[in-house]
Structure formats: structure tokens, C-alpha cells
């Protein structure tokens, strides 16, 4: 019993582990991609406050509770109340290359 259970929570750790891993190579990846291709047009720095409103408008009208940032995550942590919401990790993935792509920081 006590050895299934073992073999269960690694299988599981290395599950999440491999899953971390590729989302985080994606998103280093995502962000060179976007890196180059602002230094190569510059000009996109023009398009940076449509993006940003843009941006805006997707954590307003789609992000639910997402819009609340970082804070929501550490509130979670220390009172635990509900899940993180799953369209935060999207959002906040595609709104950091985009924000790069067009010179933000």
C-alpha cells in the first residue's frame, strides 16, 4: 500500500515536472522570438499602447478573477478560498510575448 502510494505522487510530481518544464522552455522560447523580431522592426514600437489596451481589454472581459494578478495568487496561498483560474496562465503567457513583441517590458 505505502509503496503504491509512493509510486503514485512520483509519477504524478514527474508529470507536473515535464508539464512546468515545457511551459516554461515555450515561454523562454516565445520571449527570444519576440525579442529579435523587435529589434529587427523597431517600428513596432508604435503599435505598443494598441497592444496594451488590447491586453487590457482581454484581462477585463475574459479574465474572471485572472485580473487581480500576482496578488490573487498569493491570497490564495495564504487563505486558500478557490482555484487560481486556468485562463490566467494563457493570459498572462500570450500578454508577456505580446507586451515584448511590441517594446514593452
Request: aromatic content about 10%; cysteine-free.
Amino acid at each position: 500500500m505505502l509503496v503504491a502510494r509512493l509510486l503514485r505522487w512520483v509519477v504524478l510530481g514527474s508529470l507536473v515536472g515535464v508539464l512546468a518544464g515545457l511551459s516554461s522552455a515555450a515561454f523562454l522560447l516565445s520571449l527570444d522570438w519576440a525579442t529579435e523580431a523587435f529589434f529587427e522592426h523597431p517600428n513596432l514600437l508604435y503599435g505598443l499602447p494598441v497592444a496594451g489596451l488590447v491586453i487590457g481589454l482581454a484581462y477585463h472581459y475574459g479574465g474572471g478573477r485572472s485580473v487581480e494578478g500576482n496578488n490573487l495568487i498569493i491570497d490564495e496561498i495564504h487563505e486558500p478560498t478557490e482555484w487560481v483560474p486556468r485562463r490566467m496562465a494563457p493570459l498572462v503567457f500570450i500578454g508577456t510575448v505580446v507586451t515584448h513583441l511590441f517594446g514593452g517590458s
